[in-house]
């Protein structure tokens, strides 16, 4: 397999999947330095990989080239040093063994300790190459753990760069290969962190079941956004267009379904439109960049048809454009579209805003419910209260009030993902660190009795 340019469409570097002799010798490796890594200064050395990742203008120079855009690979590297800077700061209280308590029996004490994986696996996606690489290494990195990454096949060049920023002393080892390569490591790990589609996810899980290792799943999202009577209709629909379009859609909280109170409809629906009009593509000094995945442009470009051909009007973009090789996709903004088309039921990963008009808001929530995902969503309305309300009835892991696709620069909210969407603890917030710990319970006996009540066998 070569590995295709999104800018020029060119397959012109060839993929280097490492070895499966390799990969195993790469995992005994991990799992040899794991005891120096428990008592070396973790916060210290992830600090030095951090400043070092922050600025380095080779691993920006490879993000892009991997997904064709600048403006989005600019925030991964900074998200990443401040995910990094985050986990330097909290892990350390984290970690502190908790206080000792007393039990339920006289005289007995329970204390305890956290003990971590010793070698997890991550196998991340191709859309946010590095943050998605690093969001579950870095935490596990802080408890403890080795940990051994395989990136998507689709943007493995900033592999090299990133790996020339791995301090000696960090257990972190980056490797390039394709889905044998992402199958074989399940089998080499404690732990499996794996963001993807929710086809890939169910073979991990597998995987991992037949390995007994516990698998942690972020897959999908059909993330919808409802937009309230009374709302600020400005800001919803500059809110909407940045969350459905941002990495040109290619984000699992992207928001691909908007859902709009009758009454403000037609002006909500002006509003995006004009805006989105504005927004132009990469090749042509915007922010809009290519669509990276192979193939994904045949999904948006199904979708789009799906619609039309069922009723849905097309007021900006609606075409898959051929520039310099590459695929685009204007944003694109539709309505009269309903839940028979595939364009509100499946995941369309582009950036795409279909706008649906409803009566009020339970027909919102009814409709943004009637899903197999429960990503996250989005809702606007003219009181916090109001927003809340409709927020508090959403099956969706994570809901931004009064903005949209809050979860790509908010780490801090604890969250689980709903139906599809995944499985396991949650990525965010301060809980996501005891994903890659196994608790100890110590339990001590102090009492004067030398033959407690407990210990009689009499009847």
Known sequence: ???????????????????????????????????AW????????????????????????????????????????????????????????????????????????????????????????????????????????????????????????????????????????????????????????????????????????????RAFVPAYLELGGKDPAIVLAGAGLDRAASAVLWGGTANAGQSCQSIERVYVAREAHDEFLDRLVAKAAQVGLTCEGGPIGPIIGPGQEDVIAAHLADAVARGATVHTGGQIERHGGGHWCRPTVLSGVDHTMLIMTEETFGPVLPVMAVDGPDEAVTLANDSVYGLSAAVFAATEDQAMAVAARLRAGAVSVNDAALTALVHEGEKHSFRLSGLGGSRMGVASIGRFLRRRAFLVNRSDAADPWWHTTKE
């Open 1 to 35: 397999m070569n590995v295709r340019n999104p800018i020029t469409g060119q397959a012109d570097r060839p993929l280097a999947p490492i070895p499966p002799d390799r990969l195993a010798a790469a995992a005994a490796g991990l799992r040899e330095r794991s005891p």
């Open 38 to 209: 428990l008592s070396a200064d973790r916060g210290a050395v992830l600090s030095r990989f951090g400043a070092a990742l922050a600025d380095d203008d080779d691993l920006l120079a490879a993000l892009v080239t991997d997904t064709g855009r600048v403006g989005e690979s600019l925030l991964e590297r900074r998200l990443v040093a401040a995910l990094i800077d985050r986990w330097v700061r909290q892990a350390p209280a984290l970690l502190a063994p908790p206080a000792e308590r007393p039990a339920s029996l006289p005289g007995v004490f329970v204390a305890g300790d956290a003990v971590p994986y010793e070698l997890v696996g991550v196998i991340s996606p191709w859309n946010l190459p590095l943050l998605l690489g690093l969001i579950d290494a870095v935490p596990a990195l802080a408890a403890g753990c080795a940990v051994l990454v395989k990136p998507s096949e689709v943007t493995p060049r900033f592999i090299e760069p990133l790996m020339r920023l791995v301090p000696d002393e960090l257990p972190l080892a980056v490797v390039e290969g394709d889905g044998e390569t992402g199958a074989a490591l399940v089998d080499l790990v404690d732990a499996v962190v794996f963001t993807g589609s929710v086809e890939t996810g169910r073979l991990v899980a597998s995987a991992a079941a």
